[in-house]
Protein backbone atom coordinates (compact mmCIF):
# COMPACT_ATOMS: atom_id res chain seq x y z
CA UNK A 1 0.00 0.00 0.00
CA UNK A 2 1.80 3.30 -1.03
CA UNK A 3 1.55 6.14 1.38
CA UNK A 4 0.38 9.38 -0.14
CA UNK A 5 0.77 12.22 1.48
CA UNK A 6 -2.66 14.07 2.32
CA UNK A 7 -2.77 17.58 2.51
CA UNK A 8 -4.59 20.76 2.57
CA UNK A 9 -6.00 21.36 -1.64
CA UNK A 10 -3.63 24.31 -3.26
CA UNK A 11 -4.67 26.74 -5.85
CA UNK A 12 -1.99 25.27 -7.52
CA UNK A 13 -3.75 21.50 -7.49
CA UNK A 14 -7.34 23.08 -8.29
CA UNK A 15 -7.18 22.70 -12.34
CA UNK A 16 -5.61 18.81 -11.78
CA UNK A 17 -8.46 17.89 -9.01
CA UNK A 18 -11.14 19.85 -11.90
CA UNK A 19 -9.88 17.60 -14.47
CA UNK A 20 -10.28 14.41 -12.52
CA UNK A 21 -13.59 15.39 -11.34
CA UNK A 22 -15.09 16.46 -14.44
CA UNK A 23 -14.38 12.85 -15.54
CA UNK A 24 -15.95 11.19 -12.72
CA UNK A 25 -18.70 12.77 -12.44
CA UNK A 26 -20.07 15.46 -14.45
CA UNK A 27 -19.32 13.11 -17.98
CA UNK A 28 -22.70 14.33 -20.07
CA UNK A 29 -23.69 17.51 -17.39
CA UNK A 30 -22.60 19.93 -19.03
CA UNK A 31 -20.70 21.26 -15.78
CA UNK A 32 -17.38 23.02 -17.48
CA UNK A 33 -13.71 23.00 -15.85
CA UNK A 34 -14.15 26.74 -15.53
CA UNK A 35 -17.23 25.98 -13.04
CA UNK A 36 -15.56 23.30 -11.14
CA UNK A 37 -12.36 25.47 -10.48
CA UNK A 38 -14.53 28.18 -9.53
CA UNK A 39 -16.42 25.85 -6.97
CA UNK A 40 -12.84 24.27 -5.70
CA UNK A 41 -11.34 28.04 -5.10
CA UNK A 42 -14.02 29.21 -3.18
CA UNK A 43 -14.42 26.08 -1.28
CA UNK A 44 -10.79 26.44 -0.21
CA UNK A 45 -10.85 30.56 0.17
CA UNK A 46 -14.30 29.67 2.40
CA UNK A 47 -14.46 30.08 6.89
CA UNK A 48 -12.23 26.83 7.24
CA UNK A 49 -15.08 24.46 7.93
CA UNK A 50 -15.46 23.72 4.89
CA UNK A 51 -12.18 21.52 3.49
CA UNK A 52 -10.60 20.25 0.52
CA UNK A 53 -7.92 17.72 0.75
CA UNK A 54 -5.96 15.92 -2.22
CA UNK A 55 -3.15 12.97 -2.23
CA UNK A 56 -0.04 13.61 -3.64
CA UNK A 57 2.25 10.86 -5.41
CA UNK A 58 5.76 13.38 -5.27
CA UNK A 59 4.07 16.42 -5.83
CA UNK A 60 1.37 15.95 -8.24
CA UNK A 61 -2.09 15.97 -6.78
CA UNK A 62 -3.92 12.41 -7.81
CA UNK A 63 -6.77 12.63 -5.55
CA UNK A 64 -9.18 14.32 -3.87
CA UNK A 65 -11.83 14.08 -1.09
CA UNK A 66 -14.10 16.96 0.17
CA UNK A 67 -16.18 18.19 3.87
CA UNK A 68 -19.23 20.94 2.43
CA UNK A 69 -22.09 21.95 4.21
CA UNK A 70 -24.41 21.91 1.51
CA UNK A 71 -24.51 18.72 -1.23
CA UNK A 72 -25.53 19.76 -4.54
CA UNK A 73 -29.09 19.43 -5.31
CA UNK A 74 -29.94 17.10 -2.15
CA UNK A 75 -33.38 16.01 -1.31
CA UNK A 76 -32.14 15.94 2.45
CA UNK A 77 -32.08 18.53 4.69
CA UNK A 78 -28.95 17.03 6.21
CA UNK A 79 -25.28 18.90 6.67
CA UNK A 80 -22.40 18.20 6.67
CA UNK A 81 -20.91 16.08 3.36
CA UNK A 82 -18.09 14.55 3.09
CA UNK A 83 -18.18 14.26 -0.88
CA UNK A 84 -16.19 14.58 -4.27
CA UNK A 85 -14.05 11.39 -3.70
CA UNK A 86 -11.82 10.78 -6.76
CA UNK A 87 -8.95 8.95 -7.06
CA UNK A 88 -7.06 8.95 -10.48
CA UNK A 89 -7.93 5.05 -11.91
CA UNK A 90 -3.84 4.22 -11.70
CA UNK A 91 -3.86 4.58 -8.23
CA UNK A 92 -7.28 2.84 -7.35
CA UNK A 93 -7.05 0.07 -4.94
CA UNK A 94 -3.88 1.32 -3.15
CA UNK A 95 -5.74 2.98 0.03
CA UNK A 96 -5.72 6.70 -1.21
CA UNK A 97 -9.27 6.68 -1.31
CA UNK A 98 -9.66 4.82 2.65
CA UNK A 99 -6.68 7.59 3.35
CA UNK A 100 -8.69 10.47 2.10
CA UNK A 101 -11.77 9.69 3.42
CA UNK A 102 -10.36 9.21 7.10
CA UNK A 103 -8.68 12.65 6.77
CA UNK A 104 -12.20 14.50 6.20
CA UNK A 105 -13.65 12.03 8.54
CA UNK A 106 -11.05 13.33 11.47
CA UNK A 107 -11.19 17.73 10.01
CA UNK A 108 -15.28 16.98 10.97
CA UNK A 109 -14.84 15.34 14.08
CA UNK A 110 -12.23 18.01 14.90
CA UNK A 111 -14.85 20.27 14.30
CA UNK A 112 -16.86 18.49 16.93
CA UNK A 113 -19.09 17.04 14.01
CA UNK A 114 -21.11 14.24 15.29
CA UNK A 115 -22.42 13.11 11.88
CA UNK A 116 -21.09 13.06 8.29
CA UNK A 117 -23.93 11.86 5.24
CA UNK A 118 -22.62 11.01 1.64
CA UNK A 119 -24.26 9.55 -1.47
CA UNK A 120 -23.08 6.88 -3.65
CA UNK A 121 -24.23 4.15 -5.58
CA UNK A 122 -21.27 2.10 -6.45
CA UNK A 123 -19.35 2.79 -3.91
CA UNK A 124 -21.70 1.08 -1.16
CA UNK A 125 -19.21 -1.18 -0.15
CA UNK A 126 -16.02 0.37 -0.04
CA UNK A 127 -17.81 3.16 2.58
CA UNK A 128 -19.43 -0.05 4.58
CA UNK A 129 -15.95 -1.49 5.29
CA UNK A 130 -14.81 1.94 6.73
CA UNK A 131 -17.53 1.93 9.10
CA UNK A 132 -20.32 3.84 6.91
CA UNK A 133 -24.04 2.87 6.94
CA UNK A 134 -26.69 2.89 4.41
CA UNK A 135 -29.46 4.99 5.47
CA UNK A 136 -32.30 5.31 2.69
CA UNK A 137 -32.59 4.38 -0.90
CA UNK A 138 -34.10 7.12 -3.06
CA UNK A 139 -33.83 7.62 -6.77
CA UNK A 140 -32.56 10.76 -7.97
CA UNK A 141 -33.22 12.26 -11.77
CA UNK A 142 -34.50 8.48 -11.99
CA UNK A 143 -31.51 6.80 -11.04
CA UNK A 144 -30.54 4.88 -7.99
CA UNK A 145 -29.09 6.41 -4.77
CA UNK A 146 -28.00 5.77 -1.28
CA UNK A 147 -27.73 8.02 1.56
CA UNK A 148 -25.15 7.29 3.88
CA UNK A 149 -24.11 8.28 7.09
CA UNK A 150 -21.06 8.17 10.07
CA UNK A 151 -20.70 8.92 13.41
CA UNK A 152 -17.81 10.30 14.66
Not at 50 to 57: K, N, W
Not at 102 to 114: L, P, Q
Amino acid sequence: MMRPKIEAMADGDVEAIARLRLEAFFEGTGRTLEEDVAGLRGLIAADGFEAAFVARERSRPIGSCLLVRDEISSPHDLTPWLAGLVVEEAYRGSGIGTALVKTVEAHAASAGIGTLYLYTWQARGFYEALGWTAAETFKQDGEPMLLMSRKL
